[in-house]
């Protein structure tokens, strides 16, 4: 089974600048997370969906953070302008509907704001 | 306060020793207790994942979850060098949160030396 893919690896932007981070979740997986993990940190949700719609986004700055995943497959998560704090590494995990079952994550997009 | 306190370490152990993780929780609604594991410029893995109080062992993992005192371990017996990496507990909500929302500590860095 392939796993969750990521990309970019790594982004060095400068602050005000936009930003985009592309996911791909694990065949036939329902549900699709992002995270972020600032350094020294556990990971903190920033929105979840469920297919095409969106469950949790409750923790998303939704003034400079956007996300979308369509045909409920692929997403893109996208900072404009980013701040120096967003600088982190931007974990995806997918999961199968329904029970609480295991996260499977991808190794992530560390970002860097300078 | 955090809803999920985990002592980020360092903590360093020789090849062979019995490794204790812990984390305590404030919030009593929490019913699912998993333990993942990342090395360095990964994302999560699941190790351990438990329901209710008690232990479950799997190979030389052994997690536990003591509900009446908000407190969860992992153990790990006759640790390996392969071991070293941060070790994160996590926790779901399902009254509020709705499935597969986990809340994370904030990692554990372990080494373990030859």
């Known amino acids: 089974e392939a796993g969750v893919a990521q990309s970019p690896r790594y982004k060095i932007i400068e602050k005000r600048q936009s930003v985009a981070f592309w996911c791909n979740p694990i065949s036939g997986h329902a549900t699709l997370y992002w995270y972020q993990q600032i350094l020294g940190q556990g990971p903190k949700l920033l929105i979840q969906f469920q297919n095409n719609g969106v469950v949790d986004d409750s923790q998303l700055p939704k003034d400079r953070f956007s996300a979308e995943r369509l045909k409920g497959v692929d997403s893109t998560l996208k900072i404009q302008p980013a701040k120096l704090e967003d600088s982190a590494v931007y974990l995806c995990?997918?999961?199968?509907?329904?029970?609480?079952?295991?996260?499977?994550f991808g190794n992530g997009t560390r970002l860097t704001v300078t | 306060q955090k809803e999920v306190e985990q002592d980020p370490g360092p903590l360093s152990v020789p090849e062979g020793a019995i490794v204790s993780l812990n984390c305590t929780y404030s919030n009593s609604a929490f019913q699912y207790f998993m333990w993942y594991r990342q090395y360095s410029r990964k994302g999560p893995e699941l190790l351990m994942y438990t329901y209710s109080s008690g232990n479950k062992e799997d190979g030389r993992f052994t997690a536990q979850v003591d509900k009446s005192s908000k407190y969860i371990s992992l153990f790990i017996r006759d640790s390996q060098p392969s071991d070293s990496a941060t070790y994160l507990c996590a926790m779901i909500n399902l009254v509020s949160g709705g499935y597969n929302k986990l809340i994370f500590g904030a990692g554990t860095r372990l080494a373990v030396h030859p």
């Open positions: 995990a997918s999961s199968p509907q329904g029970e609480p079952s295991p996260l499977h």
